[in-house]
C-alpha cells in the first residue's frame, strides 16, 4: 500500500494505482472522499480532473464495490462464526441477508422522520381515525412520538 514519506509535504499531481489504493480503502472505512483524497496527499484538482475521465470513474467505482464486497464478506464470515454461540449474531444475519422478513424495518412497520412535530401530529390524526382497534388518542399522544 502506497504510504507517502513524512518528509514530503508536495501533494501529487499525478493520481497513481497506489492513490487510488489508499483513497478506496479509506473510504471504505467510512472516511469522505475529501479526507481520502488528501490522505493519499494528492491534490484535489488532480484527483477532480483524473475523476473525470469516465474510464478512470469507472475504475475507482469498481475499485471501492469490490473493497466493499470484501468487507461485507468479512463481516458476514464473522456474524456467521459467532453465530453458534450467541443467537444475537444469528438474528443479526437474518437481519442482513433478509431485511425484508427479519429487518427493524420489516412489514407492517411505519417509520416518518420529520423535522416538523404538526406533520407528525396530522399523520397521527389521520392513522387514528383510520383505524379502529387504536387506543390511544392523537392527544394523549401529543408531540414527539
Do not use: C
Request: proline share 4%; glycine share 6%; aromatic share 6%.
Amino acid at each position: 500500500m502506497y504510504q507517502p514519506s513524512p518528509a514530503s509535504t508536495e501533494l501529487a499531481q499525478v493520481v497513481t494505482d497506489a492513490h487510488v489504493d489508499v483513497i478506496v480503502r479509506h473510504m471504505e472505512k467510512g472516511g469522505s472522499e475529501q479526507g481520502a483524497v488528501a490522505l493519499a496527499r494528492v491534490s484535489r484538482d488532480e484527483w477532480r480532473n483524473w475523476r473525470s475521465t469516465a474510464d478512470n470513474n469507472e475504475f475507482f467505482f469498481r475499485r471501492l464495490e469490490e473493497e466493499r464486497e470484501k468487507l461485507i464478506e468479512k463481516n458476514l464470515d464473522a456474524i456467521q462464526l459467532h453465530a453458534v454461540k450467541d443467537w444475537r449474531a444469528a438474528s443479526r444475519m437474518l437481519e442482513v441477508i433478509a431485511p425484508e422478513r427479519y429487518g427493524a424495518n420489516g412489514p407492517g412497520t411505519l417509520t416518518i422522520t420529520t423535522g416538523d412535530p404538526s406533520l407528525l401530529d396530522k399523520a397521527m390524526k389521520i392513522v387514528y381515525g383510520e383505524v379502529s382497534d387504536v387506543k390511544t388518542t392523537p392527544k394523549q399522544l401529543g408531540n414527539g412520538l
